[in-house]
């Protein structure tokens, strides 16, 4: 399994960055060679059919290093070695796995070595592979001192010493200038810091990120640490990096549909569920240092990535841009690609591109949809990849495509492959162990198979799905929250009206007096499958059953655990401060969550057997290829 140095369709590219002038002189010609590998992939594949659905995830890990004497914990930088010697040696399990670099010096992402298959009994086969992949990982590292997590982010990145060497923040620099998060923390990879930079001097200064502080007995009021900084809000913990949004770790899954038009349903009606499913795997309580007064990552990641100038944004008239902008690269979607009448919100487009389309045959919905992701510009180009045959390569698509980081992704095939059209869920909170990691990517797959067979509607306007995903964010949103769902969801026009209501989140996973619940639909599919091996459909049930549990509040959500440990930590002062010793506290508490401990009111009676005594084998006569 050959280490991957490239990103063509999401994979690492070898070359020569262009500078951000160099990448703003093609941008009108990679824009226009984009729209045109898109159009020649449309007219190849528009009417390619599978028989089979395939699906696969990504989880992203973070690597630690700890200092027992000192009670400290840093990430670690040490992804390009660790990513080295699993290129030079082979897979030590029976399940080979894909290992690939991330944003920061310290993420490692991990997929399956191939996609798993539509039957029910695949997903008996999710854990055990994200457990290999854990292993593969832990076999490199020392027992006592390192460690790798599923953790969205760390609590304490980006204040100072944060990281393993120590490294110190370049304000001054040529990349981030951040005061807080040192450009060693970005993987040195070409591609990462030239976005970096490109986005900085696209909007013409820094990022401004700015997540409102959890306000505890003693937290100083107001909270101003920059009085100075206009960038930074008062009663707001502040962070001037992309490092910040993309140093955090999500899961993401993908799904292979049999053609397009189901490819559009599941893109479709999956973003209605996406800002419930974050609300669900909420994980990201502490930014900075700070209790913050949010639970997920979403905001942090939208304003990390954020290139709009304030022409584009409406602080400015426009004159050297083209359109004002409503959202961040990172953001919902803004239009559906089945439905007319539930696409609300309007989103500026390239009316030339769009119209270029259209002459070439592809409907309204879709055009506008491509015509939208091109408003902005190509962020990252390589000297190399500039001068290209519009039939067989897509990187100029890609370069517009994989910077539009939204809720949910439709992926058109790549050029000669035998790979079909794909929609990525994007709005999964990394969780701590695998068991809950897994019941979240078999939630989303048993979901979009309950969805193709029973025709459901979920449409809702998609400004609603816009308040959800700010609703979703904010502290215990999955208990005190409501959210605009559908009721008649077995309505299967896509254009019949809507009968929507505001409902918890447990009333919608679980049901009430007028909705079934998500839960019952995806239950009623399985109770379709006669064959079900005992064994598959226990596991199942134990993931249904965490995700049940969670919406009832009968399970504390990864973000509610981890803010009860430190507001009940005999450190805290109830000043929203998370010190270095509480953060090591903590991530000890997640380390033997990782090996096993059972933890009742976050997994209730389930206890993750995944620990380092078993995962490493030790290389032992249980593992033949190590013989």
Known sequence: NEYKSYLRMGILVKGEPLSWDATKSKADYIREHGIQQFISIYNKMKDKNYEVLKWGDEIEYLLFKFDHKKKRVYLHCKTKEYLEQLCHRNCTFDIPVTFVEEYGSFQIESTPNKPFLDGLEELNNVIRDMRHRRKELMLLMDEETEAVFT?????????????????????????????????????????????????????????????????????????????????????????????????????????????????????????????????????????????????????????????????????????????????????????????????????????????????????????????????????????????????????????????????????????????????????????????????????????????????????????????????????????????????????????????????????????????????KLIRAYMSNMMDLEFLTATRICSYISLIQKRARGDLLTTAAYLRKFVTNHPLYKKDSVVSDEMTYDLMMEVKEITNGKAVPELLGDYRDISDSRDARFRRSSHNPKSQ
């Open 151 to 519: 953790i969205t982010n760390f609590p304490r990145l980006g204040c100072p010493g944060f990281s393993w060497p120590l490294a110190t923040p370049s304000p001054t620099g040529n990349v981030s200038q951040s005061i807080f998060f040192p450009d060693e923390c970005i993987n040195p990879h070409p591609r990462f810091p030239n976005l970096t930079r490109n986005i900085r001097l696209r909007r013409g200064k820094k990022v401004e990120i700015n997540v409102p502080i959890y306000k505890d007995a003693n937290t100083l009021d107001p909270f101003d640490e920059f009085p100075d900084n206009p960038a930074a809000k008062k009663d707001h913990i502040y962070m001037d990096a992309m490092g910040f949004g993309m140093g955090c770790c999500c899961i993401q899954v993908t799904f292979q549909a049999c053609d397009m038009d189901e490819a559009r349903t599941l893109y479709d009606q999956l973003a209605v569920v996406s800002p419930i499913v974050m609300a669900l795997s909420a994980a990201s309580p502490i930014f900075r240092g700070y209790l913050s007064d949010v639970d997920c990552r979403w905001d942090v990641i939208s304003a990390a990535v954020d290139d709009r100038t304030d022409e584009e944004m409406g602080k400015a008239p426009l004159k050297n841009n083209k359109f004002r902008i409503n959202s961040s690269r990172y953001s919902c979607i803004n239009s559906y690609l089945k439905s007319e009448k539930y696409s609300d919100i309007d989103p500026p487009y390239n009316k030339d591109f769009y119209q270029k389309l259209r002459d070439e045959g592809i409907d309204n919905l879709l055009a506008k949809h491509v015509a939208h992701l091109f408003i902005r510009d190509p962020i990252s180009a390589f000297a190399n990849r500039i001068d290209l045959n519009d039939k067989e390569d897509t990187d100029h698509f890609e370069s517009l495509q994989s910077t539009n980081w939204q809720n949910m992704r439709f992926k058109p095939p790549p050029p000669n492959s035998d790979i079909g059209w794909r929609v990525e869920f994007r709005t999964i909170e990394a969780q701590i162990t695998d068991f809950e990691n897994a019941a979240f990517v078999a939630f989303c797959i048993l979901l979009s198979r309950a969805i193709a067979s029973f025709k459901c509607n979920f449409y809702i306007p998609l400004s609603l799905v816009h308040k959800n995903m700010e609703r979703a964010q904010k502290r215990n949103a999955v208990l005190e929250e409501k959210f605009y769902f559908r009721k008649n969801i077995q309505c299967c026009s896509c254009e019949c009206d809507a009968v929507v209501a505001e409902m918890t989140i447990n009333e919608i996973i679980n049901g009430n007096d007028e909705f079934p619940g998500i839960c």
